[in-house]
């Protein structure tokens, strides 16, 4: 029963999300091809589980669950190469919640953690909805069947495997042995007939390449002669190459050519649903956010030497272009991003999964000691520091390396960080 629900689940809202993805096409096409694979993946473990009882080896487990956990890896991978795609919006909107199909290792309540990711993932599908509400309904469309997928595989979790994946209880007589291996194919017949022309004769060419090299100084007489006008030492003409490829130059504009700065916006401090917006501030140092939920994310955007403080727990914070400011909060779920910032910074008095910094120069990151374990994914990025308390209340700085040393082998590649001198 519970297998057609899940099968009623990728026919439906998941066939219209992969459907619109086809339509919207680019890095978004190819991504539902990987999350169509990972939802194939996950319905024939299911079927497995649903006929056989749970086994008792953990590693066998793991091998159960290895084809739907490397295509997770490749939907999130895929998102990281696409960093540059205009479609990363998108890309981000999958990969941050794709994770909702690890609820099969999660007990005793995997429904919540569906709930969650889908969240997670609504940050950057609440970005799709504003950027195209009013261009392209294929794209909110597009948002809404993969939350729909998610909706109705969390209602599926919590009706069919309330308090963890269920396997298919132990019979009294035990499992059946599993049905013999079939036969071999037999070996290729080989033709019939008179197969001695097959055979190689090893006399016929190796004797025409023997006397070609015993012909001793003679081997030489067939090469062309290099006469003194090939030459470039007596000839400088040969010396000269191809004038080198010069850009075509576009047309001068009549005003010197400078280029008129963009008009500021004028700042401001919104909240849209679950979304805080926070975007053109200047020498603001008094922005709060008070009363958010935990499900709720907070987009800083083009903000310059201005403070940030978030009270509460909340999902994820994202620093977008953002000059000379910083951000202070408690707790996360997910994780805070920087991305294309100069001269940020950001101090948590909580707990923050992940650090994630792109195209960013310039990034300190304080922390305390319930934010130890903290992972740090840095890309394109320069002058990051992290500063772990001491036990006097000092800081300890460290430097994120930027410079690395890739050794190659017949084995493959060896990066290994190059410590600076200075």
């Excluded at 019979?171 to 036969?183: F, I, K, Q």
Aim: proline letters at 8%; charged letters at 20%.
């Amino acid at each position: 029963m519970s297998i057609q629900v899940y099968s009623d689940i990728v026919a439906g809202p998941l066939a219209e999300y992969l459907a619109l993805s086809a339509q919207i096409g680019g890095d978004v096409a190819e991504q539902s091809g990987f999350v169509k694979d990972a939802f194939q993946a996950q319905l024939q473990f299911l079927g497995v589980a649903g006929s056989r009882p749970k086994p008792t080896n953990q590693n066998e487990i793991v091998t159960l669950l290895q084809p739907t956990s490397k295509l997770i890896m490749t939907i999130q991978e895929h998102r990281e190469k696409k960093r540059p795609s205009p479609q990363f919006n998108h890309l981000s909107t999958i990969s941050e919640s794709i994770s909702a199909l690890g609820w099969v290792t999660v007990s005793p309540t995997p429904s919540p953690f569906v709930k969650e990711m889908k969240d997670a993932g609504m940050f950057y599908g609440n970005r799709v909805l504003k950027d195209f509400k009013d261009r392209d309904r294929r794209h909110v469309d597009w948002v809404n069947a993969w939350i729909q997928t998610l909706v109705e595989l969390q209602d599926f979790v919590k009706k069919h495997h309330t308090t963890g994946l269920e396997w298919q209880p132990m019979r009294a007589g035990g499992a059946p042995p599993p049905p013999p291996a079939a036969m071999p194919p037999p070996p290729p017949v080989l033709p019939e007939g008179d197969l001695s022309n097959l055979a190689l004769d090893p006399s016929k060419d190796r004797s025409a390449l023997f006397a070609e090299i015993n012909q001793g100084q003679n081997i030489t007489r067939n090469l062309k002669k290099v006469t003194s006008d090939m030459q470039t030492h007596k000839n400088p003409n040969l010396r000269t190459g191809p004038a080198p490829f010069k850009t075509a130059e576009g047309p001068k504009g009549t005003g010197g050519g400078a280029v008129a700065p963009a008009a500021d916006k004028p700042p401001s401090f919104t909240r849209d649903g679950k979304k805080w917006l926070i975007e053109y501030q200047k020498g603001n140092k008094n922005l709060v956010v008070e009363g958010a939920e935990m499900n709720n994310v907070v987009y800083m955007f083009k903000c310059v030497d201005s403070t940030l403080i978030v009270k509460g727990k909340i999902n994820s914070i994202v620093m977008d272009s953002c000059k000379k400011s910083a951000v202070v909060f408690d707790s996360l779920v997910s994780s805070v991003e920087f991305v294309n910032c100069q001269s940020v910074q950001m101090q948590v008095t909580g707990v923050v999964p992940t650090i994630t910094i792109d195209k960013t120069d310039g990034c300190q990151m304080y922390l305390n000691d319930q934010s130890l374990n903290v992972s740090i994914v840095s890309s394109k990025s320069s002058e990051m520091n992290v500063l772990i308390p001491t036990a006097n209340g000092d800081y300890t700085e460290h430097a994120i390396p930027e410079q690395y040393k890739t050794t190659v082998s017949k084995s493959g590649l060896t990066t290994t960080v190059v410590e600076s001198l200075g």
